[in-house]
């Protein structure tokens, strides 16, 4: 799921480029609004923060197991 702390300062930005009548349209429009940018963002190919981390973190374990495996084999080939 997208980080909502993201999408609120996508919303912030948005709302900061608007001329103020467009500001004055209320809750109902930002919450439209809202809508149909978490929409347009769950159509992209994107992942999460807490998803992206996990993913390094299985990477920084599997080449800290290549470098051991890689020590090992030429331990074994100097034998």
Do not use: H, Y
Request: glycine letters at 2%; a negative charge.
């Amino acid at each position: 799921m997208l980080n909502p702390k993201k999408i609120e300062q996508i919303m912030q930005q948005i709302q900061d480029a608007l001329p103020q009548g467009v500001k004055e349209l209320g809750q109902d429009a930002e919450m439209k609004l809202k809508q149909v940018l978490q929409a347009q963002l769950s159509k992209l190919d994107i992942v999460t923060r807490e998803e992206f981390d996990v993913q390094t973190q299985v990477l920084m374990r599997t080449r800290e197991k290549l470098v051991e495996l890689e020590k090992r084999l030429e331990q074994l080939q100097e034998k």
